[in-house]
């Protein structure tokens, strides 16, 4: 059914497009806000991806790829809002605002998930996105590599650099005295 | 951090899943609809259709007989009013003009190291040597000879079919980009060589603005330079425009004593010129007089 979608979407059928749209909207949000940390920024994100998929698409060769091939503008768009917006973020700690679901109970405390949120933030955002593919969205590196359209060497290196920044934030000491920074998202 | 203080890989990666589950996951029904409303507004890009075949024209331009009458007064007002075009305030060493104080300035982002995945395509000028991205299904005829003419001659530039040109060519959009030094003149220093250059780019423009027009300097070139808009989005019709109810965009930018140019014409907007703009890497060491050993194109996936 998507691949029929895609076909008449790509011939100029806006309703088939409104309905991939509809069908890919939430996943697209919930990997935007993963990588950005902010959901006003997400959502602008993913309305620039969908604006652009409807613009690009009759450029998609392979409509079996149309999912990838969303993916794919979609981290585009987020690197150009991570680059868009500067903004000073104290410090502080974070509390969610959804706590741990009931099978995570116990391994995601409020004061680990705000260290990886203070990490998270240190990272560029590449890195972010190949992290969030990799334990989000449970891509491989092999996939990652072919949704996003770089080496495999890069995905492992930016794999790599995030897993070791965010091991830093949850290994350092809680006592150290927090200030107000300003951190970039890119 | 002593070794038995490092979280072990398997609970960081239980941890890691765990924080990235909660967060929202449900798309807000008005972004949904804004998109939607915006897709209704958007034309898509054609499918290239066929190989251009033959030229259709040889110059880039009306015949400036055309327009001095009429318009060249007003361009000479737009190199004024645009206020993009200035005077170096940079040291001796620098080739790039200085910032523009236009209010209208809203310097794009840069530093965009990947290009939009439709521009699939890289082509390094071998007369040139930029690169740039482009869609794969474009055909690219590669400039033949350098463009030398001096910088003294107002607006002297190459005209489309010329064997100065770089040519990348969809069916409805074309980009011929070239360049040239710019060498210190007499008396002149290179900030203000740099600046008559770019000026005389502008002589003989059209001021018209499009709906999604460029400012008059954007930051391009992966951060490297400002561009500086010559042509904002002015309609010609066939055959100066690759298309009937086509509209150019010229954009040049100045650095390390070179001079560049970048013209789009055809079914083209503002954020696309951006885009491609962004992207462009320009040699770090100026213009090489030697050319590549052979022209380099490259599909995409």
Do not use: C, K, Q
């Given at each position: 059914m998507i691949p029929a979608l895609v076909e008449r979407a790509r011939a100029g059928d806006e309703e088939a497009f409104a309905s991939l749209a509809r069908g890919a909207g939430d996943r697209l949000l919930a990997i935007a806000y993963r990588i950005l940390r902010d959901l006003a920024l997400?959502?602008?994100a993913v309305q620039q991806t969908l604006v652009l998929a409807w613009r690009e698409l009759p450029g998609l060769r392979d409509v079996d790829r149309f999912d990838a091939w969303l993916h794919r503008l979609l981290v585009h768009a987020c690197y150009r809002e991570a680059r868009r917006s500067r903004r000073w973020a104290a410090n502080v700690r974070v509390l969610p605002i959804d706590g741990p679901s009931a099978s995570d109970a116990g391994l995601a405390s409020v004061v680990v998930r705000d260290q990886l949120e203070r990490g998270f933030r240190r990272l560029p955002a590449e890195q972010r996105a190949v992290f969030v593919f990799h334990h989000y969205l449970g891509l491989t590196l092999p996939e990652i590599a072919d949704e996003l359209g770089v080496p495999l060497g890069t995905v492992k290196s930016r794999l790599h650099y995030a897993t070791n920044t965010l091991r830093a934030a949850l290994e350092a000491d809680l006592r150290s005295p927090i200030q107000p920074s300003r951190e970039h998202l890119a | 951090m002593s070794t038995n203080e490092r979280t072990p890989a398997a609970d960081f990666d239980r941890l890691a899943s765990a924080w990235l589950a909660d967060g929202p996951a449900e798309l807000a029904d008005r972004v949904l609809d804004d998109a939607l409303r915006e897709v209704h507004l958007t034309h898509q890009r054609r499918r290239v259709a066929a190989l251009w075949s033959g030229p259709f024209g040889s110059r880039r331009f009306l015949p400036m007989n055309v327009l001095a009458k009429t318009l060249l007064g007003l361009a000479a007002a737009l190199v004024v009013a645009v206020g993009g075009i200035t005077l170096l305030t940079g040291g001796p060493n620098s080739g790039a003009l200085g910032p523009s104080p236009s209010p209208l300035a809203t310097p794009r982002q840069v530093g965009s190291p990947m290009p939009p995945p439709y521009l699939d395509a890289?082509?390094?000028?071998?007369l040139y040597h930029y690169v740039v991205h482009y869609p794969s299904t474009w055909r690219v005829t590669p400039a033949t000879r350098m463009w030398t003419r001096t910088i003294n001659s107002s607006g002297d530039h190459p005209y489309w079919g010329d064997a100065a040109l770089d040519t990348l060519q969809g069916s409805d959009v074309r980009l011929i980009a070239w360049a040239q030094p710019i060498p210190q003149a007499q008396g002149v220093s290179q900030a203000q060589a740099a600046a008559l250059w770019v000026r005389n780019l502008g002589i003989g423009s059209l001021p018209c603005v499009a709906d999604s027009e460029l400012p008059p300097t954007f930051a391009v070139a992966q951060g490297q330079g400002q561009g500086y808009t010559i042509i904002n989005g002015c309609g010609f019709s066939a055959p100066v425009s690759l298309v009937k109810d086509g509209v150019i965009y010229e954009v040049a930018m100045v650095l390390n004593g070179v001079?560049?140019?970048?013209?789009?014409?055809?079914?083209?907007?503002?954020?696309?010129?951006?885009?491609?703009?962004?992207?462009?890497?320009?040699?770090?060491?100026?213009?090489?007089?030697?050319?590549?050993?052979?022209?380099?194109?490259?599909?995409?996936g």
């Open positions: 997400a959502e602008d | 890289t082509f390094t000028s071998p001079g560049w140019d970048f013209t789009f014409d055809g079914h083209v907007d503002a954020p696309y010129v951006r885009d491609v703009l962004l992207a462009v890497s320009l040699p770090p060491a100026g213009l090489s007089t030697e050319p590549s050993p052979a022209p380099a194109a490259s599909g995409g």
